[in-house]
């Protein structure tokens, strides 16, 4: 699973990246273009990590540990109104998302 996990996530971040040719077709506002670029590089790291935070929700759901997944669900979820409320700009929200899912991520390793 995290072998096509990571051939998905990988592809997929291709696929974001090469997008950035494509907003031209979209818009000519240079402010979105830059905050687009700006922005990417996060995204693509947030994709890669909920990947795994998806793959390994789904062991521990075949496990039948749903306490883990419900205990793990309020604390990213706090993490996430924490962090998403000292947030400044649109890259401190992306930010607070790749931190809610590596939070998950890592409780999930914790009590696999």
């Known amino acids: 699973m995290y072998y096509w996990g990571s051939f998905i996530s990988i592809f997929i971040s291709i ?7 494509f907003i031209i077709i979209f818009t000519n506002n240079r402010i979105i273009i830059n905050e687009y670029r700006n ?3 996060i995204t693509i790291l947030y994709q890669i990590v909920f990947t795994f935070t998806c793959i390994n929700e789904g062991m521990i759901q075949g ?16 993490v996430s109104v924490l962090s998403i409320s000292y947030s400044k700009s649109l890259k401190d929200i992306w930010i607070s998302m790749v931190i809610k899912n590596i939070t998950k991520l890592l409780f999930y390793y914790i009590n696999l």
């Open 63 to 78: 496990y039948q540990k749903y306490n883990t997944v419900t205990y793990s669900s309020i604390i990213s979820l706090f």
């Open 39 to 41: 922005i990417l590089p």
């Open 15 to 21: 696929l974001q990246s090469s997008f950035y040719f």
